[in-house]
């Protein structure tokens, strides 16, 4: 069976730091591209970072790009996202998620699997 499990989230002030973990099992991750997305309050699911397991491309949309860094740890089976300079606007519910492609960038519909989401609150 297998599980992405999302941990980390919580609350904290604008231009603070969190980060998240995703720990993956039941299955091998080759040839799968990890990501992260985030459901903010009435909005669609958007993605926000990808890594390739097998790799290390990884893609960022704009809002993050430079604030945001996606890593991981094969050996622990664990994906990353450390969150600096945090602003309201990234509160959100944050998903891990994983997909059978060669893109770093992943698509919600096409997503395998999907974490719980870990809750982000970025207060002002």
């Known amino acids: 069976q297998v599980q992405l499990v999302e941990s980390g989230g919580g609350s904290v002030q604008a231009g603070g730091s969190l980060r998240l973990s995703c720990l993956a099992s039941?299955?091998?991750?080759?040839?799968?591209?990890l990501g992260w997305f985030r459901q903010r309050p009435g909005k669609e699911r958007e993605f926000v970072a990808g890594?390739?397991?097998?790799?290390?491309?990884?893609y960022y949309i704009d809002s993050v790009q430079g604030r945001f860094t996606i890593s991981k740890d094969n050996a622990k089976n664990t994906m990353f996202l450390q969150m600096t300079s945090l602003a309201p606007e990234d509160t959100a519910i944050y998903y891990c998620a994983a997909d059978q492609t060669f893109s770093s960038r992943l698509s919600w519909p096409h997503v395998d699997y999907w974490g719980q989401g870990t809750q982000v609150t970025v207060s002002s």
């Open positions: 890594i390739r397991w097998s790799g290390t491309n990884t």
């Open positions: 039941g299955r091998s991750f080759n040839g799968f591209t």
